[in-house]
């Protein structure tokens, strides 16, 4: 019986997400109590202080705000942007979802990039749409000519995360300005800094760019990296009007943003000094890295987030379980092109160092393999 219930093919068909390996799932295959979770893009200091106090007040037999008024007034005086034109998600990772659902209408076009975030093709998707990807150069760095020339098709939507994951660079001045050019009034722009706080001083802040053109667009930001705050859910969407905003606002469930992330998210944002400080050492400690991982002779991107992309030169999954039996998840890379490709995360310095070892074993195994050949 239940082989004859017809399911939606958008949905069902749809690939899985990619997620990071569980600590707790890592543990048990491994028999290591002490892993090194660099998977997830999470803040390895935790979170400020401040959030943990805050949540002492949080009452969990009353409903949240559904308007999330609290952190919205906070985003719209940190931001200079009237709080009606921001949503406030369960993670940033809804807003995309939301988005979709708010704009798409069958057989609608969309534009994302390649290597790129996989739900801005899962999210399309599930809503019906057509994608198309825009690859980037061969060293991995933007390709804005060929973001124009996939625009000039007039998608609905397109997506890009900049600083970019998984690569990690972000898209320049010059860069920004060509690509809002490019975008024609039928298509809406979602740019996507979820690693906004991590990058370099001059590259520009996408929303203050945004805010002076004359096209539609959503800029999407997060708690969950440089905040600390990934297990609670709370990011948000900044969009180009009011009328987007309520049409993004009516594609979630009303009580989308539970207590305590909204609690905790105003505390956060209120403790700028401690975000700053834990970027400040994330980002010293990827220089780090970058530096010895380029000396192992590893191609890694330029990156302005809290990871690196590294070509190890072998399957992604091979170099995912040799890591693993060291104790250190990573994400081993699966999108066609990018097989040999794996992202880590930028972790406590002791971590990083697990993983420096770790990846020199990796390439002592591989050249003995070569030679071996
Ligand atoms: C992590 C991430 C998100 C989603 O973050 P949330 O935890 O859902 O806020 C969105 N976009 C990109 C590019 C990310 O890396």
Redesign the pocket.
């Known amino acids: 019986m239940a082989q004859t219930l017809r399911l939606n093919p958008n949905v069902a068909e749809l690939p899985p997400y990619n997620a990071g390996m569980n600590i707790a799932v890592a543990r048990s295959k491994t028999g290591l109590a002490d892993i090194a979770a660099l998977a997830s893009?999470e803040n390895p200091y935790g979170c400020s202080p401040k959030v943990t106090a805050a949540l002492a007040s949080l009452d969990p037999s009353r409903y949240a705000d559904p308007t999330c008024v609290g952190l919205r007034d906070a985003l719209s005086r940190r931001l200079s942007v009237a709080g009606n034109r921001i949503v406030i998600?369960n993670?940033?990772?809804?807003m995309?979802a939301a988005v979709c659902r708010a704009v798409l209408r069958p057989f609608a076009t969309v534009v994302a990039m390649t290597p790129g975030?996989g739900?801005h093709e899962i999210e399309p998707r599930a809503n019906g749409a057509k994608i198309v990807k825009v690859p980037m150069t061969n060293d991995l760095r933007f390709d804005v000519e060929a973001m124009a020339m996939a625009l000039q098709k007039k998608p609905s939507i397109f997506f890009i995360?900049s600083p970019s994951?998984p690569v990690g660079p972000a898209l320049e001045q010059s860069q920004l300005s060509r690509l809002i050019a490019a975008v024609p009034r039928e298509t809406l722009l979602v740019f996507?800094e979820?690693?906004f706080e991590f990058r370099d001083e001059n590259t520009p802040d996408g929303l203050e760019i945004l805010a002076e053109s004359a096209i539609s667009y959503v800029v999407?930001r997060?708690?969950?990296?440089a905040y600390g705050l990934?297990g609670l859910?709370?990011?948000y969407a900044v969009a180009s009007d009011e009328r987007l905003a309520r049409a993004m606002s009516s594609a979630k469930t009303p009580f989308n943003v539970n207590a305590a992330a909204q609690l905790a998210a105003v505390a956060a944002l209120d403790d700028e000094n401690w975000m700053r400080n834990s970027v400040a050492s994330v980002v010293k400690e990827r220089e780090r890295m970058a530096g010895e991982i380029t000396a192992l002779g590893f191609f890694v991107p330029e990156s302005q987030t809290n990871f690196l992309f590294i070509d190890v030169g072998c399957d992604s999954s091979i170099a995912f379980e040799h890591l693993l039996s060291h104790g250190v998840i990573v994400k081993p890379w699966k999108e066609q092109g990018f097989a040999s490709f794996i992202r880590v995360t930028v972790g406590l310095p002791t971590e990083n160092d697990r993983f420096l070892d770790a990846l020199r074993l990796l390439k002592d195994k591989l050249s003995e393999a070569k030679v071996a050949s």
Do not use: P, Q, W
Not at 91 to 94: D, F
């Open positions: 893009n998600g993670g940033s990772e809804e995309i975030f739900l995360s994951n996507d979820a690693y999407l997060t708690f969950s990296k990934a859910r709370v990011g």
